[in-house]
């Protein structure tokens, strides 16, 4: 087994008799302030990606998880993260919502550590380099999965500060069944 891998299981592991909340939902749909086509467009990132996967497809394109190096497009990153606050834009139509994994909620506070508004929480996520990376893990789960993580919030914040990039990389063969942990073929 890879030491990432490994990493990414004992992160999960040692934080699993913490419970501090239990979430109900195992994602969101939040507004993107200007609309999907514009933030992708402010990264450079063209034709924006669909919906069902915009956020998790920013993040993989904004932000390198092998080896931690900076992207053209995770400078644009650094570039939107200022302009969020500077710019006024329309508020968000229907067609402007995407999905999150896990809720606003579960992001304030396992990862960011503050209250951060749905409207902002994309930026947020794209704007940090571990948070993308968590993200993008956490899009190749399956719902009993984050539900798991939901449940589990301090597992989510062991996640995002000493494994985001392995996560990234590795968070597709994580399943959680049962409160077991193992590989996607041990419950097939």
């Given amino acids: 087994m890879p030491r990432a891998t490994l990493l990414v299981y004992l992160t999960i592991a040692a934080a699993l008799p913490l ?3 239990a979430a109900g939902a195992v994602s ?27 956020v998790a497809e920013l993040a993989r394109l904004t932000h390198q998880s092998a080896d931690g190096k900076q992207t053209t497009r995770a400078k ?9 606050g500077d710019v006024a834009v329309p508020g968000p139509s229907a067609a402007d919502t995407v999905p999150i994994p896990l809720t606003v909620s579960v992001w304030s506070d396992a990862v960011f550590h503050r209250r951060v508004a749905p409207e902002a929480i994309v930026a947020a996520i794209i704007a940090d380099s571990r948070a993308a990376h968590l993200c993008y893990g956490l899009s190749a ?13 301090a597992a989510v914040t062991q996640l995002y500060e000493r494994g985001a990039a392995a996560f990234a990389a590795f968070g597709d063969s994580l399943r959680i069944h049962g409160n077991r942990v193992g590989f996607p073929a041990l419950f097939a």
Avoid: K, W, Y
Avoid at 76 to 84: G, H, I, N, T
């Fill in 76 to 84: 644009a990153a650094s570039l939107l993260r200022r302009a969020v």
């Fill in 28 to 54: 969101e749909d939040v507004p993107v302030p200007g609309g999907t086509v514009n933030m992708a467009q402010s990264l450079g990132i063209a034709p924006s990606p669909d919906r069902a996967r915009f």
């Fill in 141 to 153: 789960l399956d719902d009993e999965t984050l539900q798991f993580l939901a449940d589990h919030p």
């Fill in 19 to 21: 419970r501090l909340t």
